[in-house]
């Protein structure tokens, strides 16, 4: 088991910015990858974006253009900016580390987007 340590979540007004951080605990396999998905009520848990350790980023359509995934190798640590938030970003959102076939996740975050 990999303790991912999720920060950053919270109440903001429709437009405005978030940065969530997640923090994986330890030392962890140098080849992976770190990602956020959310889950909104009554919703399937989805992919908001990932980033390998080699920097390759992928994003959902919906956050496309308004977000941007960065990773500190070094730290085990992976943020997601969030920007011109709308109230349809309102979820649960989780850390995400997937290793060589195994999925690890954090304990999830609330973001409420108020219109």
């Known amino acids: 088991q990999v303790p991912l340590v999720e920060s950053g979540g919270g109440l903001v007004q429709a437009g405005g910015s978030l940065r969530l951080s997640c923090a994986a605990a330890?030392?962890?396999?140098?080849?992976?990858?770190m990602g956020w998905y959310r889950q909104a009520p009554g919703k399937q848990r989805e992919l908001v974006a990932s980033?390998?350790?080699?920097?390759?980023?992928n994003y959902a359509e919906s956050v496309k253009g308004r977000s941007t995934i960065s990773r500190d190798n070094a730290k085990n640590t992976v943020y997601l900016q969030m920007n011109s938030l709308k109230p349809e970003d309102t979820a649960v959102y989780y850390c995400?580390?997937?290793?060589?076939?195994?999925?690890?996740w954090g304990q999830g975050t609330q973001v409420t987007v108020s219109s």
């Open positions: 995400n580390l997937k290793i060589v076939g195994y999925d690890y």
């Open positions: 980033i390998t350790s080699g920097g390759t980023s």
């Open positions: 330890g030392s962890i396999f140098r080849i992976n990858t």
